[in-house]
DNA sequence: AAAGAATTCAACCGCTAGACT
DNA sequence: GAGTCTAGCGGTTGAATTCTT
């Protein structure tokens, strides 16, 4: 397969583009929607091909993109991010609104990197320097201009379970599945993000225009917190680092895709036995190799819809293998420190080999929140419809019409609620 | 002020997976 | 099942900009 076919087509210009440009585009998508991207160019009359209009609609001339400087509440959170995810650019984008995946690689790549090793921490295990010289982890031998890719250690056994020593100091207060409880929002342990992104996004939203495939209403946050620091303070050197410790979500965003980004990994046995989740198979986008041992250590939160290809494009341990996620380090350090995964092993691999992954969200778990899967998916299918008909014009109606499922969430708060701690009275079985 | 180095960031490239035929 | 098309992803490049000497 390859390049795109239009790619080969003579007289298609490259590099920057022009305001001319810019504005065909953008008109053309403002009146007709973007459609199928390999027809755009010709309809909107530019010498470009679909590729290179799709990537300067959503870097660059979407509506909804956040221009400017990185907050350092956004910094930390991708760092945060990228010690659980990987070089899972879209993914984290996913979690800042208004900011593209291209947009926070090019930022890892040419300041993140560089703020953390002048703190001493590896960017890519996300460990003290002098310990992973230690770890026998293979020598950074690339270049910052390179980065990206080849100092990726494959031998990384995995983010958060490097940060096991980061963790250790208040890894006594181990919590559970974190539940941010609206009428309790001084829970302990769920340190509330000073300015969760999404705030700052409704800041602009309030501000100008959305569009619908990013917009989210006012409501209840719900945060995944990770209990402990991952040892990252501000830059600004206040030492609060409470303030990032959370990752956040939406609760109006509570639908599989939101979840397979910011859950974190749980034992499969532990969510297989105590509340009768069924398990995917192997999935080798999201790492795995096999079903044996060391597809078990890969398998993950996520809860997309399998049938709307779940998490397009993540090469789970990457072309380099790098497995940006070990769920039993994570398991054993952060986590669930309490969980024996060796000793779950093989019965998680017999288990993996019985269960289908479409049963995720259509079988046993589906059984536990089938009120809120139902309403849930139908809302997700609606959202998606919407994102595929994108049309400026339809900006502000598309806005509002993607509120109205998202109040029907909002009126089931109890719903989600009562899911939630269901789910984390089953952790506390385990 | 000028030249070179370093950095930033938009854009391209190659690849993968899903949908479709 | 094979081939093709398409969307989307992460890695990489290179021009523009900024910084340093």
Known sequence: MGRHSCCYKQKLRKGLWSPEEDEKLMNHITKHGHGCWSSVPKLAGLQRCG???????INYLRPDLKRGAFSQEEEDLIIELHAVLGNRWSQIAAQLPGRTDNEIKNLWNSCIKKKLRQKGIDPNTHKPLAEADCSGAAPTISTERTSGSSDVNP???GALGNLSHLLSETAQSSMLLPVYDKNHPETPNLARPKVPPKELFLDQLTAGHESSSTCRSSGQTLYFPFQQPLGYSSESGSGDGASMNSLWFNQNDFNCSTISTVMPPVSPSALSTSMGLNLPPNN?????TGIGSASVDSLYWDGTNPSSSSSTGSRGSNSLGFEPQSTSSILE??????T????????RAHLVEELKWPDLLHGTFAETTVAMQDQSQSLYDDVIKAESQFNMEGICASWYQNQQPQQQLQAAPDMYDKDLQRMQ???ENI
């Open 155 to 157: 031998s990384s056994t």
């Open 425 to 427: 009275l089953s952790f």
């Open 51 to 57: 590729k290179s209009c799709r990537l300067r609609w």
């Open 284 to 288: 080798p986008r999201h790492g795995g």
């Open 333 to 338: 350090n952060s986590v669930f420190p309490w």
């Open 340 to 347: 024996d995964v060796g000793q779950e092993k093989d019965s």
